[in-house]
């Protein structure tokens, strides 16, 4: 919502807007731009009446400014259907999908689309460090779009991506997940398959590996669609592969036809050679860590290619990509202990951000701090997966939030090096005596988490 409203005002609209507990980076990138920000939900934001009211999911019948806005008879719509019918319509779209990997993968390719000359316009749920904005309108025919499967408004229960009509789409992966809304992955896959079926057949799906993505597909296609996944002696040779390689591979040149591309900072994160469908290849060295991340990047490349973006330019952009803020984004390193914030709230994620800093010899020890605040955590629908998720670190300190409704406790206490707080200062206070210079520390959720990030960095720096 906070994306639109940038977008809004951008086309000149003016913008106003309400929400409760914002927080950083959003909350910034509002006031920066202009834009009145109230707290809360009360019947007198709509006084004087706006021409026009966007409604993001997180309202519901019940909530003051939303029964104003029902009685006095107010223009409204929910934000993916302003997006689509405002901004969208006239665009070649490129939508990014699946649960995990949206916001890095459309930040990579909206910075990949930026470094052709195409000054595409995107909106993403999270700020990329190369742009400073989560959302800006741009100036050529090509739009990025985060597409997420969460519905779209209290009256429209549709999946917000099925307002955006791509023409080029991505679906990373697709899992169960927003509890809060879905019965199951059936249900989660139907509202997938109705965003293929708005691809025309002159578009092109790009998709990742995986049991689901193919049963979403097997309902139905009209378009072409080209696979991505890692290269490994069980792989299929076909779509899109990357694979590792190590500083004396790559440097000595494995393959010929592979072109080095130097990064700054690459001595801190990896290399990776990616093969396209016609068996070109070109290795990335970038700062970022992980194979989550070289999976995105790669379903980025793939997506610029079908706009015309040529294999090696979009590899030679990548080196610069700058990350995104909240996605295993280091804060600071206070008394020599580097202290992570990463957006990780579902197992899959956390066991990604942690097998990618356990993979890094420079980590030291790995220190995880984890909230399950999403919905499906809260939920307790992977509570039997959260140890084991973790197992990674070397010590883990999760908060059990007020209002679960099952015990944190009873569900990750006896694993080895994992201990629960009912208190984030706590919490704080057990990790800066844990951690040791050259140690990591690494904050895990989708939320404020209580201001954690902040308050680390001074205990720490104050030890």
């Not at 309202?59 to 409204?76: F, H, I, K, N, W």
């Not at 910075?111 to 700020?127: Q, S």
């Amino acid at each position: 919502m906070g994306g639109l409203a940038l977008l809004a005002r951008e086309a000149g609209f003016e913008v106003t807007g309400s929400d409760r507990n914002i927080y950083p980076p959003m909350s910034t990138q509002l006031a920066d731009s202009g834009i009145t920000l109230v707290d809360g939900y009360e019947a007198q934001q709509l006084s004087p009446a706006p021409d026009y009211v966007v409604v993001g999911n997180a309202l519901s019948r019940g909530q003051p400014v939303v029964e104003a806005m029902l009685d006095q008879g107010l223009t409204y719509t929910s934000g993916p259907e302003w997006l689509g019918r405002h901004i969208l319509q006239a665009q070649w779209v490129l939508a990014v999908s699946g649960t995990h990997g949206k916001t890095s993968t459309a930040s990579m390719l909206a910075w990949i689309l930026d470094c052709a000359g195409l000054e595409p316009g995107f909106l993403i749920g999270g700020v990329p460090g190369n742009f400073g904005v989560s959302a800006r309108l741009g100036q050529g025919r090509f739009f990025v779009v985060e597409a997420d499967e969460y519905d779209s408004a209290f009256f429209d229960k549709r999946s917000k991506f099925v307002h955006y009509r791509p023409k080029t789409l991505v679906i990373n992966n697709i899992e169960f997940d927003h509890a809060d809304i879905f019965a199951d992955l059936n249900a989660i896959e139907t509202q997938f398959h109705h965003l293929v079926r708005c691809v025309p057949g002159a578009g092109h799906i790009f998709c990742g590996p995986g049991e689901a993505i193919q049963r979403v597909l097997d309902r139905g296609c009209w378009s072409p669609v080209t696979q991505l996944g890692p290269a490994s002696p069980g792989a299929a040779s076909e779509g899109w592969r990357w694979r590792p390689l190590s500083e004396e591979t790559a440097t000595e040149g494995e393959d010929r036809a592979e072109t080095a591309v130097a990064a700054e900072g690459a001595a801190a994160g990896t290399i990776w050679a990616i093969r396209s469908p016609e068996g070109d290849s070109e290795i990335l060295r970038w700062p970022l860590i992980g194979e989550h991340n070289v999976a995105n990047a790669t379903a980025a490349i793939a997506a610029a290619g079908h706009v015309g973006v040529p294999f090696a330019d979009a590899v030679a952009a990548l080196a610069s990509f700058a990350g995104v803020k909240r996605r295993l984004e280091l804060l600071g390193r206070p008394a020599g202990v580097a202290v992570y914030d990463d957006f990780a709230h579902h197992p899959t994620a956390i066991r990604a951000t942690l097998a990618a800093m356990r993979a890094q010899p420079s980590s030291g020890r790995v220190i995880a701090l984890i909230e399950p605040r999403s919905n499906t955590m809260r939920s307790g629908e992977y509570k039997e997966e959260l140890a084991l998720s973790a197992s990674d670190a070397d010590g883990v300190l999760w908060y059990e939030p007020p209002g679960l409704d099952w015990n944190l406790g009873h569900t990750v206490g006896n694993a080895a090096g994992q201990e629960v707080f009912s208190s984030v200062a706590a919490m704080i206070e057990r990790a800066v005596g844990m951690a040791n210079s050259g140690d990591s520390i690494v904050v895990m959720s989708n939320g404020g988490f209580e201001g954690i990030h902040g308050r680390l960095l001074t205990a720490l720096s104050e030890q």
